[in-house]
Every structure is written in C-alpha cells, then in structure tokens.
C-alpha cells in the first residue's frame, strides 16, 4: 500500500521507519534519565525534590544544563551512528556512556580544584555563579565529545 498525494510513500517502509525512530527514542530518552540520575548522586539532596518542590535555582540550571550536553552527545551519537539499528543503537549507547563519564569527570575535577564544595553550592537555596560555570563547562566537554564521535 503506498500513501502520500502522489501515491509515493509505501506503507510498510513509514511503519519500519517509524520504529527505527521510536528505537533511537528510546536510546535517547534512557541516556538522558542517566544523565539525571548520575547528577542526582554527585549532588547532595534529591534533585527531583530540590527543583519542583523547593523550586531550587541552582539544581535546575544544572540539570538543564546536563540535559543539553547529554543531548548534544546523544544527536552526534545517532548521526554518526551505523545503518543497522541494532549497531547503531549499541554505539549510540556507548557513546552517550563516554559522554557521561567524561562530564562527571569534569564534574569532579572541577569541585577538587576550587574552593569550598561545589556540591554543595550547587543546591543551596539562593543563585551561585558556579551553577551556570559548570553547566556550561558540561555544555562544552559534551560538545568536544560530540564532535570527536562524528
């Protein structure tokens, strides 16, 4: 069965398309709860309760922030990734995986090398310039492994 105005899509080549999509979906969407969940254990608190219950700014930058770099990862990852899904899945979870350890690397070495904890001050309640230099330091590495992977 073909559809579209000229008769010049076959039905059976959207639906296996679409399940190709949904598969790197899928992918995607994990890879970023991982993200969450790896920024969840760096930091003090719980980061679902610090962003939509205590509305904490600083947390929020920071798992926006993390949610972009792992993005940027994860759209090279399936860009670059092979013509078999299976593949191409597999290297996209690779990928985004070197994604995320690289960023907690960075994470950590960056709390080492400042005063004070980060961690921190990360959740504390008022705004600290440290959330957005992080977020854009993980925005950054996450754009240089991106790049690396395509």
Known sequence: MTLGAEGDVDAGELVEEAGVVLAYCGVGLAMLLLGFVLIDLLTPGKLRDLIWVERNYNAAVLVATGFAA??????????ASSDDLVDGLVTTVVYSLIGLVVSAAAFLVVDLMIPGDVRHDLVHETPHPASWVLGVLRIVVSGIVALAII
């Open 70 to 79: 792992q993005g940027l990862i994860v759209v090279a990852a399936i860009y």
